[in-house]
């Protein structure tokens, strides 16, 4: 298996009884992972081609992303970058400060992986020491429903010293993900002033009705969490078998509309190979 199973304990405490469990669902391996569909290919967002230098990307106007770690704490079946292969950057502070020197176009730095927080605080902390204090940190992760443990008081005292520039993104697809573990971790962000918000992936079988995405977006404000996008399944090898087709996704979101105020609703977009912005599915592009 090249992307072998990988669950954290967090993770499986909150599966329910039953194959058809959503949480299992997204984690546990499924023979249809082996099936060979038309359109589904090694590398769905082009991340490969929008490399500067090896896991360093450029992709978007006035933003840096970064493959800051190559581990995560589960394997997401569905991962747009499961068939892609994952190193750890050298010298990654070192590579940062030199291109930041040099493009002062970039005004964001966007760490993602793998998951940025599973480096540790040591690493983490060279890593913010090496971006300047004009440029915004964004973090992508999926530890406070994975590894909640992993929000220790150190990485919660380094987050403080970045205040309002650190954006806290969690990835996060079923409302049966977040209990008062998250929340915790949700509120202690909000408290030391980090904007948290999430994102989620439409998944099927897992989150395709308005029904369970309107519980998740209701349920991760509770929690302190801005609802910030809804994803289209990039189209990875072996991941057909999650995908909404796009008239039932723009369904779905059409009726998540009329459930949710407006600043529940997350903007739902798909990304497109070569694009230089995220596609709003909503708009007239789709
Ligand atoms: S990068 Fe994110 S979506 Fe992909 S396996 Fe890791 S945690 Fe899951």
């Known amino acids: 298996m090249p992307f072998p199973e990988k669950i954290s304990a967090c993770f499986a405490s909150k599966f329910s009884v ?8 997204q984690v546990k391996f499924s023979e249809k992972e082996n099936i060979k569909t038309n ?5 769905p967002t082009g991340d490969k081609k929008a490399e500067i230098e090896s896991g360093i990307l450029q992709k978007y106007k006035g933003r840096l992303l970064v493959m800051a770690s190559n581990e995560c704490a589960l394997h997401c079946r569905f991962c747009f970058r499961k068939n892609l292969e994952k190193k750890k950057i050298q010298n990654l502070p070192a590579k940062l400060h030199k291109i930041l020197r040099e493009d002062k176009s970039i005004k964001e730095v966007i760490l993602s992986g793998g998951d940025p927080l599973m480096l540790d605080s040591d690493e983490l902390q060279a890593i913010f020491k090496a971006i300047p204090k004009n440029i915004r940190i964004r973090i992508h992760t999926r530890l406070p429903v994975a590894l909640p443990s992993r929000f220790t008081p150190t990485l919660l005292h380094l ?8 954006i806290f993104v969690a990835h996060v697809n079923h409302p049966n993900e977040l209990d008062k573990k998250s929340e915790k971790i949700f509120r202690a962000l909000t408290k030391i002033g980090i904007v948290v918000l999430s994102q ?3 998944l099927k079988g897992v989150n395709d009705s308005a029904k369970i995405l309107t519980e998740l977006f209701e349920k991760l404000f509770s929690q302190g969490v ?11 090898g072996g991941t057909a ?18 459930n949710l105020p407006g600043y529940l609703v997350p903007r739902f977009v ?17």
Do not use: T
């Not at 801005?226 to 990875?236: E, M, R, T, V, W």
């Not at 078998?241 to 009329?258: C, D, G, T, Y």
């Open 18 to 25: 039953g194959k058809n469990c959503p949480l299992k669902m």
């Open 39 to 43: 359109g589904f290919v090694r590398d």
């Open 159 to 166: 987050f403080k010293q970045l205040g309002q520039r650190l």
């Open 200 to 202: 989620s992936v439409l």
């Open 226 to 236: 801005l609802p910030y996008y809804l994803h289209q399944l990039d189209k990875a």
């Open 241 to 258: 078998h999650f995908e909404v087709p796009m008239k039932q996704a723009k369904s779905i979101f059409r009726e998540l509309k009329e």
């Open 270 to 286: 798909k990304e497109v190979k070569g694009a230089r912005a995220k596609v709003w599915v909503n708009s007239k592009i789709l």
